[in-house]
């Protein structure tokens, strides 16, 4: 009987140790993102705000993320390892010849996923780089004319309510603060137009517009998920509720995880 009361014991034990070591098992990266991001200038406030929100939804849902703040280590091998690249508010200038070849290649090979905000239009000659005439094609054929510094608030309305970024996300919301870019045209015959900012709704008024004014986007002439998230600038949008459902939506479906 002894013996007996010694062997359940011991199995007691195995158990509660085996099923400790279980809870304390870390779960399995669903996939890993590379986010691109700009450590400085006025895009740093929206930076720091941007990561600890990206930080915690990897917690909550078992993927990893690796930061970068330039392009000089991205080539073939480093985007290989991702599912997901974002572009977060990272202009289309700087990057080295073997940088945007490799972008290219990855954007090309269907096997991840791609999130561009704000900045990543930023579109012509600045800082004594040339345009990135790919990168301008990519994003609809266009090019930065102007925006409006002293921003404004402004009503988006959705055009592809079907469209899996979307879903969730009210079919007309408010961005209380954004700059709102104007390009030389509209890319809508380029690319799948997902959402646009109705320039009348602008808070202050503002003659800076361009008509047909897309900001959500998705290039479907590319074999890896895409999709351009114009607005990206101010810090608050973390506490927009339509801004985080998109952008939490858009990361999971460019992973190819909805």
């Known amino acids: 009987m002894k013996n007996f009361r010694i062997i359940i014991c011991l199995l007691i034990t195995t158990c509660f140790f085996q099923g400790e070591c279980l809870a304390q098992k870390p779960k399995k ?11 400085g200038g006025h895009h ?39 599912q997901v690249f974002i572009q977060l508010d990272y202009p289309p200038y700087t990057w080295s010849a073997e940088s945007m070849k490799a972008f290219e290649k990855y954007m090309n090979n269907g096997k991840g996923g791609w999130i561009g905000l704000h900045h ?16 301008s094609d990519f994003m609809g054929g266009i090019r930065f004319v102007d925006y409006i510094p002293t921003f404004a608030k402004a009503q988006v309305n959705l055009e592809d309510k079907s469209h899996p970024v979307l879903k969730g996300v009210p079919s007309i919301f408010f961005i209380e603060k954004e700059e709102w870019y104007v390009y030389d045209k509209s890319p809508r015959q380029n690319v799948h137009v997902l959402a646009s900012v109705d320039e009348s709704t602008y808070e202050p008024v503002s003659k800076i517009k361009m008509g047909d004014h897309p900001v959500i986007w998705t290039n479907e002439h590319f074999a890896t998920r895409n999709v351009y998230i114009f607005m990206g600038h101010a810090p608050e949008l973390f506490q927009n509720e339509a801004y985080t459902t998109l952008l939490r939506n858009s990361i999971f479906w460019a992973a190819g995880k909805k």
């Open 29 to 39: 990266s669903k996939f890993k993102a590379l986010v691109l991001y700009e450590n």
């Open 44 to 82: 740093l406030p929206f930076t720091k705000a941007a990561k600890p929100w990206l930080n915690k939804l990897a917690i909550d849902s078992s993927f990893t993320i690796d930061y970068i703040e330039n392009t000089k280590t991205i080539n073939d091998a480093l985007l290989k390892k991702y």
């Open 120 to 135: 990543a239009t930023l579109l012509g000659e600045f800082d004594g780089y040339p345009m990135w005439q790919w990168f």
